[in-house]
């Protein structure tokens, strides 16, 4: 009876999951071949999981092709393999909800064929660095004193100027922030934070090349309201690093999305604030659908930030 209610409570948890997230972690078919110990109205499935720090997965998986759900504890090689009619299967995988389900595209698997699949499961928490958020400010009239406090979702690993529970500074209209004698064109810091991959719309997006990177971002800031000088900051310091890969997907969080992990707050209170945060990683060739892009107009008291956050294992191979 005990049994049955635990594999009742992972099937309750793996629907759930299907319902509500929408991000298809990665996974591979890495060998398909005739097996001559199979029928031809057989054909078999064998997959291999990985865990979020690449260790094999030793534990029991609940697991469905098409609508049929089923578990079974991984051998000491961290697959499992089940025997289905030749034809098409979308497969999905779920372990424990500490990590992503996985969900394949359909799969063809040939009468008598032996189809061999990875799976990597990641985290559903991951602590990532974003970097080089930095915040400009313009004040609506000249020596007007304000103070930005930020409260993070994990740690600063570096401000400038140095953030003592917050920072309290004279700003101007042209974008000057004074503190303790001197002067500089933005706030800026650095942090550990942990992110939720579950609750982003990774489905949405954009695939660049390289070679459009600056283009792209030209075009895309701008759209966003964002003035020459914050364009030419972000695009000397992103595009250098970005282009080491040949594409790269790009996703951004704006706003309210961003403050859920770095929530600001400003005295006096801005007429208007605009927050973006990309994030980021090296992609192949797929086909996702456009993010919208979310916009502001200056008016008045206005500040504004930007920053960037590499997601290191999302490495996307297929359509989202």
Not at 39 to 56: C, D, N, P, W
Not at 105 to 133: A, H, N, Q, Y
Not at 254 to 264: D, G, L, R, S, V
Not at 303 to 317: A, P, R
Request: proline share 3%; hydrophobic share 35%; glycine share 4%.
């Amino acid at each position: 009876m005990k049994h049955f209610i635990f594999y009742l409570l992972l099937v309750l948890n793996f629907s759930l999951l299907a319902k509500e997230r929408e991000y298809v972690p990665d996974y591979s078919v890495t060998k398909s071949f005739e097996d001559k110990t199979l029928k031809k109205t057989e054909a078999l499935f064998v997959v291999t999981f990985y865990g979020s720090k690449k260790q094999l997965v030793n534990k029991q998986i609940v697991f469905s092709y098409n609508t049929a759900n089923n578990k079974q504890e991984t051998n000491d090689k961290g697959q499992i393999s089940f025997n289905v009619k030749p034809g098409k299967y979308a497969l999905k995988f779920f372990y424990d909800i500490g990590h992503d389900e996985v969900n394949t595209d359909s799969i063809l698997i040939k009468p008598g064929f032996r189809t061999e699949v990875e799976v990597d499961f990641r985290s559903s928490t991951e602590p990532v660095i974003m970097k080089k958020p930095v915040i400009y400010v313009y004040s609506k009239k000249q020596a007007e004193k304000v103070s930005i406090k930020l409260d993070l979702t994990g740690d600063f690993l570096f401000t400038y100027p140095e953030y003592k529970n917050g920072w309290d500074f004279i700003a101007n209209p042209d974008g000057t922030i004074q503190m303790n004698d001197k002067k500089y064109h933005y706030l800026f810091w650095d942090g550990k934070i942990n992110i939720e991959t579950t609750s982003l719309n990774l489905n949405e997006g954009f695939v660049v090349d390289k070679k459009d990177l600056t283009t792209f971002f030209e075009n895309k800031l701008q759209l966003m309201g964002l003035n020459s000088h914050e364009i030419e900051d972000f695009i000397t310091y992103w595009c250098p690093i970005m282009q080491a890969n040949e594409k790269n997907f790009i996703h951004f969080l704006f706003n309210e999305e961003y403050n859920k992990y770095a929530t600001i707050s400003i005295d006096p209170k801005p007429d208007q604030l605009f927050r973006v945060n990309m994030l980021w990683s090296k992609a192949k060739d797929i086909q996702v659908k456009e993010q919208k892009i979310q916009s502001f107009k200056r008016n008045g008291f206005t500040v504004v930030e930007w920053g960037g956050t590499e997601i290191s294992n999302l490495t996307l191979t297929q359509e989202l």
